[in-house]
C-alpha cells in the first residue's frame, strides 16, 4: 500500500492505495464517484475518460498511485462550468444519450475539444470523438449536440 | 478486467532509476505513459513484479536543441508534439503524425520512448524516427550509448535495448529548408492502429532519402530502391510502382497477402505523391 495525496474536484485527499489500483476504481469505489464509467478497462471506450492535471486521460489505463500529487478532475466536478453547463443543455436538447452509459466520457472529450478550439464543424468533431463509443450508436446526435454547444459558447465568447 | 497485483517505484531521478532497475527481481517494467503497458496488464497479458514509474523523471520531459539536432526527452508526450510545445526539427512531420495517433486522452498520457521501447509492428514512431535517421539515447548502468533508430526494433516488440537500459531520449535531426516528407496512415477509423503506414523523407542538402513502411508485419521496413528513386527526384509514377512491387518483393522476411500489398503500395505510393508535390 501507498500513501498517496492528490486534489480531487478541488479537494485535497490522502488515501493508502495498492498499486493495481486503477484511477477509476480508485474514483468510484473508494470514493464513490460513479459518474466515471467503466466499459472496457483498456483504453478502447472512452467512458472512463476524466481530467488529470486539465488533460483528458483514461481512468482505466492510469494507476492510482501514480496521481500521487495531481489534480484529478471528474464529471462531479463540473457543476459550476459554464461550458459543461452550455454543453449539459445541448445534450438534454439534442437528445444526445440514450442508455447514458458514454455520457460522462461524451461531455468530458466534448468540453475539451471545446476547450482547444477543435469542435469546428461535424468532420472536426467526430475526429474528436473516436476515443468514446457509444454503444447505442447515437452519435448523429451527440455531434449536433457538442457543434450547438460549441456555437453558443463562441458566439458568447464573441459578445462579451 | 482488472491489473494483477504489483509493486510500485517512483524514483526520483534518472540514476536512481537505473540502478532499481539493475536490482529488481522478477519480471520488471518501466511505466511511462502507460498506455499500452496498463492495457495489457488490465487484459492479464503483462504481470510483471514491479513498476517502475519514470513518467515524471526530469530527465525524461527535458527537451535540448543543438545546431543539427533536437532532443527529445523519452517521456515527451503525443500531446506535448501534436500541440508544438517542444521546438520541431522536422518541418511539421513530427506533430502530423502525432496528432493522428490513437486519442487525445490516450496522446496526453503516452510518450515517444514509450512507443520505441514497447516496438509495436503498427506504432508510428519508430518508423518515424527510423525516417528521420534519428538516434535512441539509452542509459544503463555502463553508462550511456547512442543507437540509431533505424535498426533499433529488430522485431515484433523487441528492440535493442537491454534489459538494464533506459530509452533517455531521442535525438532527431532537423531537417533543412529544403527537406519534403510524406507521411499517410491508413486505418479504418481516425486514431485506430495502422493497417498500412508510409514515411517518406528527402533532404536533399543532406544526401538523406528513405522511405520507410510501418504495420508491415515486423520491424519497421526500408524500401531502399524506392528511396533512391525520390532521391533521384525521378517523375515517373510507373518507375515508383515497379520500385516498391520490387522492394516488398526483395522483403524475404515478410509475407504479404494479396490485400496487404495493396494497402502497403498504397500507402507508399501516397506518401511519395506528397514528397514530390
Known amino acids: ?160 | 478486467m482488472k491489473a494483477p497485483a504489483v509493486a510500485y517505484v517512483r524514483p526520483q531521478s534518472l540514476d536512481e532509476a537505473v540502478a532499481v532497475l539493475g536490482q529488481g527481481a522478477g519480471e520488471v517494467q518501466l511505466l511511462a505513459g502507460g498506455q499500452s503497458l496498463l492495457a495489457l496488464m488490465n487484459l492479464r497479458l503483462a504481470a510483471p513484479d514491479l513498476l517502475i514509474d519514470i513518467s515524471r523523471l526530469p530527465e525524461l520531459t527535458a527537451v535540448g536543441e543543438e545546431a543539427e539536432a533536437v532532443i527529445l526527452g523519452a517521456c515527451v508526450t503525443h500531446a506535448m508534439v501534436e500541440d508544438g510545445r517542444i521546438p520541431d526539427p522536422s518541418r511539421g512531420l513530427l506533430p502530423r503524425v502525432a496528432a493522428g495517433l490513437a486519442y487525445r486522452a490516450v496522446r496526453t498520457r503516452g510518450t515517444l520512448g514509450g512507443s520505441l521501447a514497447l516496438a509495436d509492428p503498427a506504432g508510428e514512431w519508430p518508423c518515424v524516427f527510423a525516417a528521420l535517421a534519428a538516434e535512441a539515447i539509452l542509459c544503463g548502468r555502463a553508462g550511456r550509448r547512442s543507437l540509431p533508430c533505424a535498426g533499433f526494433v529488430t522485431g515484433i516488440y523487441e528492440t535493442a535495448r537491454a534489459a538494464d537500459e533506459i530509452i533517455e531520449a531521442v535525438r532527431v535531426p532537423k531537417l533543412s529548408a529544403a527537406a519534403r516528407w510524406g507521411y499517410v496512415k491508413l486505418a479504418r477509423k481516425t486514431g485506430a492502429f495502422a493497417s498500412a503506414l508510409a514515411v517518406a523523407v528527402t533532404d536533399p542538402g543532406r544526401g538523406h532519402c528513405r522511405l520507410v513502411l510501418g504495420a508491415a508485419g515486423g520491424p519497421p521496413l526500408f524500401l531502399a530502391q524506392t528511396a533512391a528513386l525520390i532521391g533521384a527526384d525521378c517523375r515517373d509514377l510507373d518507375a515508383y510502382r515497379l520500385a516498391v512491387a520490387a522492394d516488398l518483393a526483395a522483403a524475404a522476411d515478410r509475407h504479404f497477402e494479396e490485400f496487404e500489398m495493396q494497402l502497403h503500395t498504397a500507402a507508399a505510393l501516397r506518401a511519395i505523391h506528397q514528397v514530390l508535390a
Open chain 1, 1 to 160: 500500500m501507498t500513501r498517496i495525496r492528490l486534489t480531487l474536484n478541488g479537494a485535497t485527499i490522502e488515501e493508502e492505495v495498492p498499486a493495481r489500483l486503477a484511477l477509476a476504481d480508485f474514483l468510484r469505489e473508494r470514493r464513490h464517484l460513479t459518474g466515471t464509467h467503466l466499459g472496457c478497462e483498456h483504453g478502447v471506450c472512452g467512458a472512463c475518460t476524466v481530467l488529470i492535471d486539465g488533460e483528458p486521460a483514461r481512468a482505466c489505463l492510469v494507476l492510482a498511485v501514480a496521481c500521487d500529487g495531481c489534480a484529478v478532475r471528474t464529471i462531479e466536478g463540473f457543476r459550476d462550468d459554464a461550458a459543461m453547463a452550455a454543453l449539459r443543455a445541448s445534450f438534454h436538447r439534442r437528445h444526445a444519450l440514450q442508455c447514458g452509459f458514454c455520457t460522462p466520457g461524451m461531455l468530458i472529450t466534448a468540453h475539451d475539444l471545446i476547450r482547444r478550439g477543435k469542435a469546428g464543424g461535424e468532420r472536426e468533431i467526430r475526429d474528436g470523438l473516436a476515443g468514446n463509443l457509444c454503444r447505442c450508436t447515437g452519435y448523429t446526435n451527440i455531434v449536433a449536440a457538442i457543434a450547438e454547444a460549441a456555437a453558443q459558447l463562441g458566439a458568447s465568447r464573441h459578445g462579451a
